[in-house]
């Protein structure tokens, strides 16, 4: 983009630069100078969001800002990383003041509430993407990987899932009440990255990811990372009231393969599960035992009433605009 319009952008993301200690020198010069804390590994990450794609044309900019960031912050999360900094491409196809205002606020909130430092990017002319990097600290042998999970294991997931992939494939529709609607929206919007979750899980978890995909697909990650199978029980799912509407006529999909819901899946050792509870309690964090890793490879859900099956649900891919 041309000077002036750089210097328009630069001067909105002016409150988002903050002023951490560790960013000997942020946004402004051909790179960022950054410094590690002294024994430290850096857990980094990046994801994009383009328009049509993840979300739709006309997607309101300041959730557009806060999302683009947690779905990064939830990557870091799911490895126990302590987030410190970002840096952010841009693409647009035109400097629309009111659009880069929201982005933003939204952008900038999220950022502010985490510590989180904005140390550079790219802006450039075309069809609307954002692409996120973040980088986080962890001590060596500290993260939170897929791949730590043995046969046995409990099975563990935050929050609720299934709000973000119902809200998705409703659209702006009216099944459920107005208020309803708009708290699933608020889901699939701005999803809170679960990084307190993930910090008192180190040490804890044997293995963990984020949910993006949907549970039973990133619950696939980690046991083809762990070379094991899973077994889940639906019954104990932690689903919304809407969800659980779904759930009772027979559509798990939401639940199962919805996607977005950026909660925490991880494994914790049979032995440790009673530490697990009591940490989550001290910190208020909710989750919920929903099976267990297994021997035999697959995952198999067993329905209210005992049936089992190795059939998953559809996946995201089929709700997407
Ligand atoms: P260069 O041409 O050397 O890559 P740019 O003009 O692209 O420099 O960027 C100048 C400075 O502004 C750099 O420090 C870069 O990191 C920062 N910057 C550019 N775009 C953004 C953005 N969208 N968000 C944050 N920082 C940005
Ligand atoms: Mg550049």
Not at 43 to 53: F, I, K, Y
Not at 259 to 268: C, H, Q
Request: contains cysteine; glycine residues 14%; hydrophobic residues 40%.
């Amino acid at each position: 983009m041309g000077i002036s319009e750089f210097e328009l952008i630069r001067e909105y993301f002016a409150d988002v630069t903050g002023s951490r200690t560790d960013v000997s020198l942020g946004i402004g010069d051909d790179c960022a100078l950054l410094q590690p804390p002294a024994g430290s590994l850096l857990a980094v990450s990046v994801d994009t969001l383009v328009e049509g794609r993840h979300f739709s044309a006309g997607a309101e900019p300041v959730s557009l800002g806060h999302k683009a960031l947690a779905v990064n912050l939830s990557d870091l999360a799911a490895m126990g990383a302590e987030p410190a900094w970002v840096m952010l491409a841009l693409t647009l196809p035109a400097p629309d003041a009111a659009w880069l205002q929201g982005f933003v606020r939204g952008f900038g909130a999220l950022a502010a509430g985490y510590g989180v430092q904005l140390v550079g990017g790219d802006t450039t002319r075309g069809p609307l993407s954002i692409t996120v990097q973040v980088t986080g600290f962890i001590e060596p042998g500290g993260a939170l990987t897929r791949g730590g999970g043995k046969a046995g294991d409990r099975l563990f997931v935050s929050g609720c899932v299934g709000d973000a992939g119902l809200a998705l494939a409703q659209g702006g529709g009216s099944i459920h009440s107005d208020h309803g609607m708009a708290r699933l929206r608020e889901r699939l919007d701005r999803p809170q990255p679960r990084v307190a979750l993930g910090r008192l899980l180190r040490g804890l978890a044997s293995a963990a990811i984020d949910i993006s995909d949907g549970l039973t697909a990133d619950l696939g990650h980690i046991c083809s990372a762990s070379g094991t199978g899973a077994r889940v029980d639906l019954e104990s799912l932690p689903v919304s009231a809407p969800v659980r509407a779904e759930c009772a006529r027979g559509h798990w999909q939401y639940a199962l393969a919805g996607g977005d819901d950026y909660e925490l899946l991880f494994s914790v050792p049979p032995g440790r599960v009673g530490d697990l509870l009591l940490a989550c309690r001290d910190a208020g964090e909710r989750v919920q035992e929903i099976g267990c890793l297994a021997e035999d490879s697959g995952i198999v859900l067993v329905y209210p009433g005992g049936r089992e099956s190795e059939e998953i649900p559809d996946g995201f891919d089929h709700f997407r605009p």
